[in-house]
């Protein structure tokens, strides 16, 4: 069983329309949580890490929250554009496993004009 | 910022063959890269974790005498997927960090390798 899992699977939004996606995980002892963003064809590239100690953390127009007590996290988007359209992956890294990362399976976000 | 660059971009293959993609980071030295495949609407799976000067540490169910991965140096790490077949086409991807991710360190990931076997 993925120790990841991320909602939606997927969904459409309109442009300049806020939305938010939601990770939850079982990983533990845990060390971080990352939120990626991953464009068709391309790697990910990094938008936020969060140990268990922070609660918030933004980039720009994106903002990452951490429970680490319920084990949740959401990654909101405001006023979305349409170079937002990609795939937002949750990674945890658990404290016990060397550089280990548990991926979530993504969410596909597609904003429309 | 630190920039991973994989190559070739797309490659593809006849089926039997062996195919060579590399993974250097630019700017900066990886004690550690990652190796990874994604098939399509999937996420990332994790194949293997190469140290530099050292044998690459493999996942469960990924085969090390199939996907060769060989860490020559601080920059540059190789994955040779041997006597390919059609099931090993899929999206590598590598990556590279400085440090532990399990210390918060970064993972920089390079921009994928498609491999297409025929």
């Known amino acids: 069983k993925n120790q990841v899992e991320q909602s939606p699977q997927s969904l459409i939004i309109l442009e300049g329309k806020n939305c938010t996606l939601q990770?939850?995980?079982?990983?533990?002892?845990?060390?971080?949580l990352r939120w990626y963003k991953q464009d068709t064809g391309r790697g990910p590239v990094s938008l936020t890490i969060?140990?268990?100690?922070?609660n918030t953390k933004s980039n720009g127009r994106y903002t990452a929250t951490l429970d680490a007590d319920t084990k949740q996290s959401s990654l909101h988007i405001t006023a979305s554009q349409l170079s937002d359209s990609a795939s937002y992956i949750c990674?945890?890294?658990?404290?016990?496993?060397?550089?280990?990362?548990?991926f979530g399976a993504g969410t596909q976000v597609v904003v429309t004009p | 910022g630190a920039v991973v660059s994989q190559h070739p971009s797309r490659v593809i293959c006849k089926s039997g063959t062996s195919v060579k993609i590399e993974c250097r980071s630019l700017?900066?030295?990886?004690?550690?890269m990652f190796w990874y495949r994604q098939f399509p609407k999937q996420s990332l799976m994790l194949m293997a974790t190469?140290?530099?000067?050292?044998?690459?540490?493999?996942e469960q169910g990924v085969e090390k005498d199939k996907f060769l991965i060989n860490h020559a140096s601080l920059t540059l790490s190789t994955l040779t997927v041997t006597s390919a077949h059609p099931e090993d086409s899929s999206f590598y991807i590598c990556?590279?960090?400085?440090?532990?991710?399990?210390?918060?360190?970064?993972?920089?990931f390079g921009p994928g390798t498609r491999l297409t076997v025929t």
């Open positions: 990770c939850n995980y079982t990983v533990s002892p845990f060390s971080n």
């Open positions: 190469s140290n530099e000067g050292s044998k690459a540490t493999y």
């Open positions: 969060m140990t268990f100690s922070e």
């Open positions: 700017d900066f030295q990886a004690t550690t």
């Open positions: 990674v945890v890294s658990g404290a016990d496993s060397w550089g280990k990362l548990q």
């Open positions: 990556s590279a960090s400085v440090g532990r991710p399990t210390l918060g360190y970064e993972q920089y």
